[in-house]
């Protein structure tokens, strides 16, 4: 069984940063694309960024050159470091396994307000 556990998330003032964790237990993060998505209240949810298994990154156009995803092989975590936050980024994140074992985490809360 596969399982993504977020963590990170907290209540940061605008032009704050913040880092994200996701722990992967039950497959390898090596193997497998990965990703960082959100959800603002009344919004679907958005993808923000994507590491594929041989290491190519994609970003949102939103968060580019804000945000960086990352990936420890060693501790099956992938990261998302965010820098300039600003108050339309307040969102739950969820962490995104693809494949045919797609998984998904519980999320954690971002928000960024003053």
């Known amino acids: 069984q596969v399982q993504l556990v977020e963590s990170g998330g907290g209540l940061v003032q605008p032009g704050g940063s913040l880092r994200l964790s996701c722990v992967v237990s039950g497959s390898s993060i090596s193997g497998n694309a990965m990703g960082w998505y959100r959800q603002a209240p009344g919004k679907q949810r958005e993808w923000v960024a994507i590491?594929?298994?041989?290491?190519?990154?994609t970003y949102a156009v939103d968060v580019k050159g804000r945000f960086t995803i990352s990936r420890d092989i060693e501790k099956n975590t992938i990261y998302l470091q965010m820098n300039s936050l600003k108050p339309e980024d307040t969102a739950a994140y969820y962490c995104?396994?693809?494949?045919?074992?797609?998984?998904w985490g519980q999320g954690t809360q971002v928000t960024v307000s003053s």
């Open positions: 995104r396994l693809f494949g045919t074992l797609d998984s």
């Open positions: 590491v594929t298994s041989y290491g190519s990154i």
